[in-house]
């Protein structure tokens, strides 16, 4: 099966994004092998790898993306607008951020992290109308694969760099050893997208299994976890590509098999939870996770609505956090949910377009490849599902000097090309090819 979308006049006038799903004619002044460097540059920038042997200069590669968003600001403010106007629920997420420094236990840090929370989302828009899904998947292609890469051969050489405090978890080049099992698990499903839509297979396969090596040598459960639900989730979207009866059928199969599970576990008396925390060696806190979110439960109680601002939580003396430092005996900056992270901070007044926003970009991810069946497409849902799962144990999209809020972004822009992407597209029987005439 394929698809041929040929463009109908002026794609950038009448369809900003339009062209920018497929990767085509990207709307760049540099040579595209420069602007590709420049980007995997700019992202070793803004995700603090080897920042054992490089002083972290996060920050000064934000400012280039925010010089970036200016430009654009200042002469594709349709542009701007449009991308703004396609994602309300993201934008007033940063503007309920902005606007807890009004009730925050230290304003000045809410407001500035609020505002960088804003530009940060309006570097992925413009990230994405640069350079278009396809090749931006490229560039994160070959900046996880040398992150890994340098990572291994870090590792293999012993040094203590490479590992914990303890000496003996690998990290790699990364900050933490989860950090490490994200960062592969991100290279993992990106090569396989790849793959499936035909970009250099041979070394596609090979970020693959660097990414299986690195997971392996991480140790981290969680990243064994996710990598192992994301498989299942690449299936779904491949089952989905051959259409409705085939989706319908393995659906049912599924449902037929859960109810088994259910039986046997019912039945049996095994507990699955218990089993899959012993041979991940956990204990039933999670790592002491269940206490950080005992604290955040408390802390939420007592501002419900509104929380105590943004990014205060772990800044602030009139919290509990010092005290939670000190039970822990490590520096926390997280409660280790992200979900609970934003409770916390601005309350149910935040959490609320936090949700919708990436429940809706779920939504619409799934429902653009599905009328498209374009591979490159499962990238955006699939990269969602990966932030949902890691969003439970984790904070992926809560610091905001972190690539992965830009990947969320871009991933949010490509979902939100105009309504004539659907209409232009309808689901074909297998086999079938689709021609939209010029």
């Known amino acids: 099966m394929s698809l041929v979308i040929p463009p109908r006049g002026n794609e950038h006038s009448q369809w900003p994004n339009g062209s920018m799903v497929w990767g085509t004619s990207p709307r760049t002044e540099l040579p595209l092998f420069v602007a590709g460097a420049l980007f995997v540059l700019f992202f070793f920038g803004v995700s603090r790898v080897g920042t054992d042997f490089i002083p972290a200069l996060t920050n000064v590669f934000w400012a280039l993306g925010w010089a970036v968003v200016a430009y654009t600001a200042a002469f594709r403010t349709d542009l701007l607008a449009q991308a703004v106007s396609r994602n309300p629920m993201l934008i007033a997420m940063a503007v309920i951020a902005i606007l807890s420094a009004l009730w925050s236990l230290i304003p000045s840090i809410s407001a500035f992290r609020g505002v960088l929370l804003l530009l940060n989302i309006l570097v992925g828009f413009v990230a994405f109308h640069h350079f278009g899904l396809k090749r931006t998947l490229q560039v994160l292609f070959w900046f996880c694969l040398v992150a890994q890469v340098g990572s291994l051969l870090l590792i293999a050489s012993g040094h203590h760099a490479a590992f914990d405090h303890t000496g003996y978890t690998p990290k790699g080049l990364f900050p933490h050893k989860n950090s490490l099992a994200m960062n592969a698990g991100l290279l993992f499903f990106t090569s396989l997208i790849l793959?499936?839509?035909?970009?250099?297979?041979?070394?596609?396969?090979?970020?693959?299994?660097?990414?299986?090596?690195?997971?392996?040598?991480?140790?981290?459960?969680?990243g064994l976890i996710v990598c192992t639900l994301m498989l299942g989730i690449l299936t779904c979207c491949a089952v989905a590509s051959f259409g409705l009866r085939a989706t319908q059928f393995v659906a049912g199969l599924g449902l037929l098999a859960f109810a088994l599970i259910i039986l046997v576990i019912s039945f049996t008396g095994f507990n699955p939870y218990l089993e899959l925390l012993d041979a991940l060696g956990k204990d039933t806190t999670l790592t002491g996770r269940t206490l950080l979110w005992e604290f955040a439960f408390n802390t939420f109680a007592n501002h419900p609505w509104l929380g105590v601002g943004y990014f205060a939580y772990w800044n602030s003396p009139e919290t509990t956090a010092t005290s939670l430092m000190i039970i822990a005996g490590i520096p926390l900056k997280s409660f280790h949910n992200n979900f609970l992270d934003v409770l916390v901070g601005v309350g149910l007044l935040g959490l609320i377009p936090f949700v919708l926003a990436l429940f809706g970009l779920l939504f619409r991810t799934f429902y653009h490849f599905v009328v498209t069946r374009e591979p490159i497409l499962a990238w955006p849902f699939a990269y969602t599902c990966f932030m949902l799962i890691y969003c439970m144990s984790e904070y992926p999209l809560y610091w905001n000097s972190e690539y992965q809020m830009l990947l969320a972004f871009v991933g949010a822009a490509s979902a939100a090309a105009p309504k004539q992407l659907a209409a232009r597209h309808r689901p074909q029987p297998l086999g079938d090819v689709e021609l939209v005439a010029a």
Not at 195 to 222: E, F, H, M, Q
Request: hydrophobic content about 55%; aromatic content about 8%.
């Open 195 to 222: 793959y499936a839509d035909g970009w250099r297979r041979l070394v596609s396969l090979a970020g693959a299994a660097t990414a299986i090596v690195a997971l392996v040598l991480s140790t981290s459960g969680t």
